[in-house]
């Protein structure tokens, strides 16, 4: 096996949801997803629990390239949560007997992910995906992929930059005719260059993540098969 391993996965389903700055009743989702989320469906199929320090391990040992072959579109789930007891909140004080909550989801977007890692690690990883060992789901747990989630391994490939620009858009977009008019990608930043995404996972106990240093490419022409 080479020394550099990409995996490649497809991120497909009708609903998405990548939160970033979700707190309590507002749950956001980003436009691409996000490390922490990708490090969780790897420990889904690998059935380590939330608080497993292999997560973090995971996280500490795998580059990450995201691309939109199609964006899809923002929803907002507003709805109403009614108790007949009081709600506390997390200081343990009552709140009001109904809440407000917001989550934001991503409909019909599709997303090539590509993973970069020593040859030891996507092993496990492309192991793991082959017979995952608990449901993968795309961010939340109602949001299921419409396709398998792995790919495959992309042998031919030496970097995540080249896997990005190379490989096709993803079957779906290539026969509904969905893809974007310009198809851009984000990948771990090399040089500290770029903008942060707080999803580098910190503590998985905790949720704690911290910033990554990322990079936004876009290129005019949509990627297709030859």
Sequence with gaps: MAEVCIILLQLEGAL???GEHSRFDYRDSAALPTKSAIVGMIGCAMGLRRGDEDLERISQNIRLAVRCDRPGKMYID???VTAEKKILNAAGNPRCDTIVTHRTYLQ???FLAAVQTDPELAEKIVRAFQAPRWPIYLGRKCCIPSVPVFKRMAEEYHSL????ISEPLLDSCQKRGLGPEKVFYEM???DGSG???TDELVNAQKRCFAPR???LVCKEEPHVSE
């Design 108 to 110: 019909d977007a599709a």
């Design 188 to 190: 771990d930043s090399m």
């Design 195 to 197: 903008y942060d995404r």
């Design 213 to 215: 240093k990322v990079r």
């Design 78 to 80: 507003y709805h109403t």
């Design 16 to 18: 998405q949801s990548w």
């Design 161 to 164: 930059e080249e896997a990005m």
